[in-house]
């Protein structure tokens, strides 16, 4: 190892180079910082090689496989559409390169300087970069710790094997799996259970001492609908009682809600598991960096660290490992560092599955509304109605609507169905505006789209949706029902 004899000075150092880690770096360039960007491995860290991309990749293919009768009728296409898995994982790594050329392409173009390396801190401001037998010494002004997070089995699952898969291996398979059992009810299993199914896999679903999936109460009963139509067999509020594995297979055995021990055998065994801070290699936690009792750096509301020159951001933070939340706490941070005024508000942050059909939820359920006491209306339009839903020929799903019967604001806004991803950024909206049901019946909707069905279900708040029957008024409940089956 060659060792620099002298420091180097550096103005904004950030150590990772995920979502989190180069949205920082580009933002710091666009505010006028003079910013160096370090990644040990690929640029896009984990979400873009191993997370996001490469399971949103396979959703996608999955969602297009169950078009094929849809497109028949429409003259498209054959009864018989083979599914070449290997095309997919070609399709899927030019994708990844790509995404992967274009932010190191954005970096350089906003005069990001990238190294290569692992960072060891020195001090608590410094560090120093190794990179082969190469060793830098950089000396800061400030840093912003963006590391991500590494998934590991939780405790329970004492010894894992090849075929017990965490979300970057079920991702990364060569194969479609001939059963795969999925323990757990988060995003990542809903998308995993229902992409696999799609694609020709014999899928089951097991969710131990859990009544239902963390969604809205409507929305849990549509995907227990949609899921047995798709032939996905779900065992709810379990008891487990051990998983072995062998040559051939996953042996799982566990209690039934009725008390019945029953033993199931799949190829393959997905869980989601639990994260753990991307920390330790770092050093940074001999310096005095205040920890969180689960090993998460502690943040305030500009992501400062408790040394002061140094922020984090992203899954180190703890909290929701999404994305959307690095990305947010970085342009938050770098902006604190120009010395600008800024905040970051998780309340609205949307809970996104891309299941088929994909399912959002931002706000309040309707549960959680009376559980704070509010005296509620609710409106659930389902897609059925929309023109536009049923032209595609994808009519599953719905937009529920729940608002504050007093102040007629809105609370929370829960859809599944497809169009629900791209309709979440209005959903979000209208709720960190503190939008009243006069607020979203007032502007135009485009026709014919899925958006209409948004308006609808606002209007079904007062009775007044066009595309449906006419409702029925629960007046102890003051809820609207919307049928238009």
């Not at 103005?11 to 910082?33: D, E, F, H, K, V």
């Not at 399912?359 to 549960?367: D, F, H, I, K, N």
């Amino acid at each position: 190892m060659v060792v620099g004899e002298i420091s180097q000075e550096r103005n904004l150092i950030i150590i990772g180079g995920g979502p989190g880690g180069y949205s920082a770096a580009i933002r710091g360039a666009q505010l006028g910082l003079s910013v160096t960007l370090i990644e040990q491995a690929d640029m896009g860290g984990v979400c873009l090689n191993e997370g996001c991309i490469p399971s949103k990749i396979v959703t996608h293919a999955a969602a297009k496989r169950t078009e094929a009768p849809h497109l028949q009728e429409l003259g498209i296409g054959t009864s018989d559409m083979p599914f070449d898995f290997k095309k997919l994982l070609a399709y899927k790594d030019k994708v990844i390169n790509q995404l992967r050329s274009g932010v190191e392409s954005l970096c350089k173009e906003n005069k990001v300087e990238m190294i290569r390396g692992k960072v060891t801190f020195l001090a608590t401001d410094k560090i120093g970069v190794e990179n082969g037998h190469q060793f830098d010494i950089y000396e800061f002004q400030q840093a912003i710790i963006a590391t991500g997070s590494t998934p590991v089995m939780p405790f329970f699952m004492k010894e894992k094997g090849e075929r017990m898969l965490l979300p970057h291996e079920l991702f990364a398979l060569e194969e479609v799996p001939d059963h795969l059992i999925v323990r757990g009810s988060d995003y990542i299993a809903l998308e995993a259970a229902s992409s696999f199914a799609a694609l020709g896999a014999k899928v089951s679903v097991v969710i131990e001492n859990q009544a239902d999936f963390p969604f809205d109460e409507s929305i849990n009963k549509e995907l227990s609908r949609l899921f047995k139509k798709r032939k996905i067999k779900l065992y709810k509020e379990l008891q487990f009682l051990s998983t072995n594995e062998a040559e051939d297979g996953i042996t799982m055995t566990f209690l039934t809600d009725k008390n019945v021990e029953e033993t199931l055998f799949g190829s393959h065994l997905f869980v989601s598991g639990t994260r753990t801070a991307n920390l330790e290699p770092l050093g940074i936690s001999r310096f005095g960096i205040a920890e969180t009792d689960e090993g998460f750096i502690k943040i305030d509301g500009n992501m400062q660290t408790s040394l002061p020159a140094i922020y984090a951001i992203g899954d180190v933070t703890g909290g929701p490992m999404l994305a959307v939340k690095a990305i947010k706490q970085a342009k938050t941070a770098v902006a604190s560092i120009a010395g600008l005024k800024t905040e970051v508000d998780l309340t609205f942050m949307p809970v996104v599955a891309h299941t088929i059909p994909p399912a959002v939820s931002v706000g309040l359920t309707e549960q959680r509304a009376r559980e704070f006491g509010l005296e509620v209306h609710v409106s659930q339009f389902a897609l059925g109605g929309n023109g536009y839903a049923t032209l595609t020929g994808k009519k599953d799903g719905f937009i529920k609507v729940v608002s504050d019967a007093t102040t007629e604001i809105i609370q929370g806004i829960h859809m599944i169905g497809e169009g629900a991803i791209e309709l979440s950024g209005s959903f979000v909206q209208s709720l960190e505006m503190a939008a009243k049901q006069e607020d979203l019946k007032f502007p135009l909707y485009a026709h014919p789209g899925v958006g209409e069905g948004f308006l609808e279900a606002v209007e079904g708040l007062v009775g007044q949706a066009i595309h449906a029957a006419p409702v029925k008024r629960d007046l102890a409940n003051t809820r609207f029902q919307i049928n238009t089956k």
